[in-house]
T-cell receptor, first 116, second 116 residues
Framework: DQQVKQNSPSLSVQEGRISILNCDYTNSMFDYFLWYKKYPAEGPTFLISISSIKDKNEDGRFTVFLNKSAKHLSLHIVPSQPGDSAVYFCAASACVGGTSYGKLTFGQGTILTVHP | DAGVIQSPRHEVTEMGQEVTLRCKPISGHNSLFWYRQTMMRGLELLIYFNNNVPIDDSGMPEDRFSAKMPNASFSTLKIQPSEPRDSAVYFC??????????????FGPGTRLTVT
């Protein structure tokens, strides 16, 4: 049972354009969402996050949007750069009973390729 | 500062052999997570510890898998006996949890396991 889904295995974008990566979730208890970026032969690194009390969070070229009613979030990268080419993972967490220990549920990942 | 350290980086073994993966979390972090990455399922959480105590091992696929955290600076993931379907990249991650959960996890570079 995949509680966090990234339905697009890959995305190809031209440099300078917008990249939009999508993520859907099924668990209504999720209250915190993160995006991680992963380069080959490295571990994932934290990129940006959003709490369920917000619908948008921005950090430089990266913006995450959350639509709780649709159980959907997206990551926008504007403008896209060749160095953004990586695998992007969506992750979610649920603080159940006041305790989560920071447990994250990850999606399958989307491979982003930004062409010069 | 040293990040999360994993060893070995690559492991090739024959079916039926015992495999031990090692992880040293970031100093001061009190939560440790073991993940497995495959193309089909993305990043799967296998087990996680808080203050050296296993909290949730429901992601461990079979009894062939076991994990220990004897102290705050070391953890092992053991597979005995190993099977070809265990071939994957195994990541260790750590974080610092207080009464308010911190969801940002820091990942090691991973161990690529190949079982022939």
């Amino acid at each position: 049972d995949q509680q966090v889904k990234q339905n697009s295995p890959s995305l190809s974008v031209q440099e300078g354009r917008i990249s939009i990566l999508n993520c859907d979730y099924t668990n209504s208890m999720f209250d915190y969402f993160l995006w991680y970026k992963k380069y080959p032969a490295e571990g994932p690194t934290f990129l940006i996050s959003i709490s369920s009390i917000k619908d948008k969070n921005e950090d430089g070229r990266f913006t995450v949007f959350l639509n709780k009613s649709a159980k959907h979030l997206s990551l926008h990268i504007v403008p896209s750069q060749p160095g953004d080419s990586a695998v992007y993972f969506c992750a979610a967490s649920a603080c159940v009973g006041g305790t989560s220990y920071g447990k994250l549920t990850f999606g399958q990942g989307t491979i982003l390729t930004v062409h010069p | 500062d040293a990040g999360v350290i994993q060893s070995p980086r690559h492991e090739v073994t024959e079916m039926g052999q015992e495999v031990t993966l090692r992880c040293k979390p970031i100093s001061g972090h009190n939560s440790l997570f073991w993940y497995r990455q495959t193309m089909m399922r993305g990043l799967e959480l296998l087990i996680y510890f808080n203050n050296n105590v296993p909290i949730d091992d429901s992601g461990m696929p079979e009894d062939r898998f076991s994990a220990k955290m004897p102290n705050a600076s070391f953890s092992t993931l053991k597979i005995q006996p190993s099977e070809p379907r265990d071939s994957a990249v195994y990541f260790c991650a750590s974080s610092f949890q207080t009464s308010s959960p911190s969801y940002e996890q820091y990942f090691g570079p991973g161990t690529r396991l190949t079982v022939t």
